[in-house]
C-alpha cells in the first residue's frame, strides 16, 4: 500500500490545461551527469471578451410601414446606425516558462531509475512517476441543422408596375400591395385553394420558400434590415505586481473595443489584489546567503481579480499568481530510498507540488 506523504492539491485548485499537452520523459543517466534540466512557470492571464456589433439600415419606406402594413414604428428600423454591446469578459489562468528560473533535477548515482516528464517548454510535471496530461472535457451539443433560408435577388421580383410608379409615395403603396398578394397566395397554398397546387410535399416547401424570400425582399424596404456580428478578442495580462483599477481597454457603444489610451470609449478596468497567502521571507542582507540543494517548486500566491465596467462587474474570482508567491526546495534525501522511490506530481502550470507518493 503505498504511503500519502505530503497532498497540495486541496490548497490549489486544479488549474486545468487549454489543450492537450505534450509531454517528454527524461531519464537521469551517466551520459547527463544524472541530472535534468527544468524550468519553472510563471503566471499569465488571458483575458477573453466577447462583444457584439448590430448593423441597421433604414428601408426606403419606413415612414410608410404603419399606414401601409400597420407595422409600430418600434419594429421598424429608423435610421442607419451601428452598435456595439459588450457580451462577456473572462480570464483563463495559463503558466509560461520563466527562463530566470531554470533549475536541474539532480540526483545521486545510486538512485534507482530516476527519470522526470517534462513539457516541451520544460516545466516539470513529474519525478518518478508516470504523467498523463489532463484534457478538459468539451461534450458536444448536438443540435438539429436550420433550414436552408431561400434569398434571392430583389431585381428579380421588382415588378413593372412598381419601377413605373411615379413617386415613392406610389412605391411604397405597390410594395405594399404586392406583399399583401404573397400572403394571399401562400394562405391559398396552404388551405388547398390554389388554382395550382404543387404536385408534393418537396414542391410545397420549395414554393413557400419561395414566397417567403419575395415578402422578405418586400418588407425591408419598410422595416430596413439588423445584422448582428459577433467579435472576440483577447488581451494578455502578466501581473509582476498588484494593480488598481488599470484601464485594460475602452469601450464604445459606437466603435466597440478600443485601445485603452482612445478616450472614445468608456474604461473597462482591472484590479489585482495580492492576498498575501503566503509568507515570503526577507533575507537578512548581512547574512550570506548559503545555496539550498534540492528540487525547487513554486508555492504560488492568491491574488482577487476584478474586472468593472464603472461600478458593474464583468468577473471577479480569486487566482492562483506565481509572481506573489516564493520558491520552496525538496531536500535531495528524499529520492535516496532504492526500495521505495518517491513519486512527485506536480501541477506544470503552476510549477507547484500536486501530491507526492512513496
Given at each position: ?10 490548497l ?13 520523459k ?10 535534468v ?5 510563471k503566471?499569465?492571464?488571458l ?15 419606413a ?5 401601409y ?21 473572462g ?9 530566470e ?32 496530461p489532463?484534457?478538459?472535457?468539451v461534450v ?11 434569398e ?14 411615379g ?11 404586392t406583399?399583401?398578394?404573397?400572403r ?22 420549395l414554393?413557400l ?28 495580462i ?20 478600443v485601445?485603452a ?7 473597462i ?23 539550498l540543494?534540492?528540487i ?61 507518493i512513496?
Open positions: 500500500m503505498k504511503k500519502l506523504l505530503s497532498f497540495i492539491a486541496c490549489l485548485p486544479f488549474m486545468a490545461l487549454q489543450a492537450q499537452t505534450k509531454v517528454l527524461v531519464s537521469a543517466l551517466k551520459s547527463n551527469d544524472y541530472g534540466q527544468y524550468v519553472l512557470p503566471t499569465q492571464l483575458v477573453d471578451v466577447d462583444y457584439s456589433e448590430l448593423q441597421q439600415k433604414a428601408g426606403p419606406y415612414r410608410y410601414a404603419y399606414n402594413l400597420g407595422i409600430a414604428d418600434s419594429e421598424v428600423v429608423q435610421e442607419d446606425q451601428t452598435t456595439f454591446t459588450l457580451n462577456r469578459v480570464v483563463t489562468e495559463t503558466g509560461v516558462p520563466n527562463k528560473q531554470t533549475y536541474l533535477v539532480s540526483f545521486k548515482v545510486k538512485t534507482t531509475a530516476p527519470y522526470v516528464y517534462l513539457t516541451e517548454d520544460g516545466l516539470l510535471c513529474t519525478i518518478n512517476a508516470d504523467y498523463e489532463e484534457e478538459n472535457q458536444a451539443k448536438t443540435e438539429k441543422p436550420a433550414a436552408p433560408v431561400i434571392i435577388n430583389p431585381q428579380s421580383v421588382y415588378t413593372e408596375e412598381y419601377l413605373r410608379a413617386s415613392v409615395s406610389k412605391m411604397a403603396e405597390v410594395a405594399a400591395k406583399i399583401y398578394k404573397i394571399e397566395s401562400r394562405q391559398d397554398i396552404l388551405t388547398g385553394e390554389a388554382d395550382e397546387m404543387p404536385k408534393d410535399g418537396e414542391a410545397m416547401k414554393v420558400g419561395n414566397l417567403e424570400a419575395q415578402e422578405r425582399v418586400w418588407m425591408r424596404l419598410f422595416v430596413g434590415t439588423q445584422e448582428t456580428v459577433k467579435h472576440h478578442k483577447q488581451l494578455t502578466e501581473p509582476s505586481d498588484e494593480l488598481d483599477n488599470e484601464i485594460l481597454f475602452r469601450f464604445s457603444n459606437f466603435l466597440g473595443m485601445d489610451d482612445d478616450l472614445s470609449g468608456r474604461p478596468t482591472l484590479t489585482i489584489t495580492d492576498l498575501q497567502s503566503v509568507e515570503i521571507s526577507v533575507p537578512d542582507p548581512k547574512k550570506k546567503q548559503k545555496p540543494e534540492g525547487t517548486y513554486n508555492l504560488p500566491g492568491k491574488a482577487e481579480l476584478t474586472i468593472r465596467d464603472g461600478k458593474q462587474y464583468l468577473y471577479s474570482n480569486n487566482i492562483n499568481v506565481t509572481q506573489f508567491g516564493t520558491t520552496q526546495v525538496l531536500v535531495p534525501s528524499l529520492f535516496e530510498d532504492n526500495k521505495k522511490p518517491v513519486q512527485v506530481y506536480f501541477y506544470p502550470q503552476l510549477g507547484a507540488i500536486k501530491q507526492i512513496q
